[in-house]
């Protein structure tokens, strides 16, 4: 009797001590998971590229990981007491560089496949409480405003009150990417206070676009506490690849020198005359001048890249420009360095395409920005949903009637 009261004592205590577990809904190459390991336990995920699937199973295993059309995933699939439902649902759509058809075109529109299986998850009366959706910040201005409007109100009809914010992987990594993290939270939970964002307090990634969209919802909005972190992103010297030699011969570098612009010429020109080692990178554009569609190549050194894109040709890929002594060398970004770029470790096994590679860190999600929103409000949230003793100072009324 002694002996089976203990067991029940230590398995009470290894489940207390056990991670939340989420659900990564398009997983892609588990860059989610990455960011989202240290809080959660990711038992579940799903994806429907074969490829991104691949690169999941090298890194993660098998366990856990379905893979196929979201639309197929029976409830029976999912395993029960989820604490966060993440969904970096398909961009392409939503994209201000796509054709804009927003949550009504075949790519983006799978957004409402995943509220069925979360609409499953209500019915069976096991809902995570906390929900996440990350897309790009065309999401905020896709089809006027609709379809942010048409996600909160789902969410509200399942149970859940949302916010926004708006954070640029470059606060984290030199890379320029700004997306947009819908939270939700079941309305049942009350929130604490110090994961709320209010007069006195604003948080930056509170940005000005996020406010403009959420003041024109009609839905309840949650406007969301985060601190910005205090360390400083990598510099670009430490994202190059000191082994890869595939830099261009003279004949690219004479092609490239005749797409620059009368400016980035001028730019260019002058680091080539500073002794200084200067890193950059470069897109190519078309742009149209006096009617005329020609392609340009487009250079930055603000120790920033562009944002990481799919390789589909075009500003899709991206390239590295190193100026040292008059000298000009130019290569693509290969799939390691890109994948830094997102702060995924170099421990990550790559795909053996390099196409592949790219295409895992375009379509994902940098890892130290879902690691600090795990850190500084998933995590919180989930702790205070399901914590039963009175120390978790909350508060249950909307954000704003606390300005």
């Keep these: 009797m002694l002996r089976s009261t203990k067991v029940l004592?230590?398995?009470?205590?290894?489940?207390?001590?056990?991670?939340?577990?989420?659900?990564?809904?398009?997983?892609?190459?588990?860059?989610?998971?990455?960011?989202l390991s240290a809080q959660f336990d990711v038992a579940w995920a799903n994806d429907i590229d074969a490829m991104k699937c691949r690169a999941w199973r090298d890194n993660f295993g098998a366990t856990g990981l379905v893979e196929g059309d979201i639309a197929a995933v029976q409830i029976?699939?999912?395993?029960?007491?989820?604490?966060?439902?993440?969904?970096?649902?398909?961009?392409?759509?939503?994209?201000?560089?796509?054709?804009?058809?927003?949550?009504?075109?075949?790519?983006?529109?799978?957004?409402?496949?995943?509220?069925?299986?979360?609409?499953?998850?209500?019915?069976?009366?096991?809902?995570?409480?906390?929900?996440v959706l990350e897309n790009v910040k065309g999401l905020l201005s896709s089809r006027g405003g609709q379809d942010l409007a048409a996600i909160f109100?789902?969410?509200?009809?399942?149970?859940?009150?949302?916010?926004c914010l708006e954070m640029d992987a470059a606060w984290f990594v030199p890379q320029s990417r700004p997306r947009i993290f819908i939270i939700a939270v079941r309305q049942s939970i009350q929130i604490p206070i110090a994961l709320l964002?209010?007069?006195?307090?604003?948080?930056?990634?509170?940005?000005?676009?996020?406010?403009?969209?959420?003041?024109?919802?009609?839905?309840?909005?949650?406007?969301?506490?985060?601190?910005?972190?205090?360390?400083?992103?990598?510099?670009?010297?430490?994202?190059?690849?000191?082994?890869?030699?595939?830099?261009?011969?003279?004949?690219?570098?004479?092609?490239?020198?005749?797409?620059?612009?009368d400016s980035h010429r001028a730019r260019l020109e002058a680091l080539l005359a500073s002794p200084a080692r200067h890193i950059g990178t470069m897109y190519r554009r078309i742009r149209l001048?006096?009617?005329?569609?020609?392609?340009?190549?487009?250079?930055?050194?603000?120790?920033?890249?562009?944002?990481l894109r799919t390789p589909a040709g075009g500003s899709s890929r991206q390239f590295w420009l190193v100026?040292?002594?008059?000298?000009l060398k130019i290569r693509p970004i290969n799939p390691r360095e890109a994948m830094r770029l997102m702060g995924v470790p170099d421990t990550y096994v790559l795909p053996k395409s390099n196409l592949a590679g790219i295409k895992i860190a375009g379509d994902g999600v940098a890892v130290p920005v879902v690691a600090w929103l795990s850190e500084q409000l998933l995590g919180p949230l989930v702790t205070c949903a399901r914590d039963t003793a009175p120390a978790c100072l909350k508060v249950k009324a909307h954000p704003r009637e606390l300005a």
């Design 9 to 35: 004592i230590e398995s009470a205590i290894l489940s207390l001590q056990a991670k939340p577990i989420a659900l990564e809904f398009f997983a892609g190459g588990g860059l989610a998971r990455l960011g």
């Design 76 to 131: 029976e699939d999912l395993p029960t007491n989820p604490a966060l439902a993440w969904a970096s649902f398909p961009c392409q759509d939503l994209s201000l560089a796509g054709d804009r058809a927003g949550l009504t075109g075949g790519r983006s529109g799978t957004l409402f496949a995943f509220l069925a299986r979360l609409a499953a998850l209500c019915d069976r009366g096991d809902p995570p409480e906390v929900v």
């Design 153 to 163: 109100r789902a969410l509200n009809e399942l149970g859940y009150s949302a916010g």
């Design 197 to 261: 964002s209010h007069r006195d307090r604003p948080c930056v990634f509170q940005t000005p676009a996020i406010q403009k969209a959420q003041a024109a919802l009609n839905t309840p909005v949650i406007d969301w506490y985060l601190s910005p972190p205090s360390a400083s992103p990598r510099n670009l010297d430490e994202i190059l690849d000191p082994t890869d030699g595939g830099w261009w011969n003279a004949t690219k570098l004479s092609n490239f020198q005749n797409q620059l612009s």
């Design 289 to 307: 001048e006096n009617g005329v569609k020609r392609q340009r190549a487009e250079i930055r050194f603000d120790g920033k890249v562009g944002c």
């Design 323 to 327: 100026v040292e002594h008059g000298d």
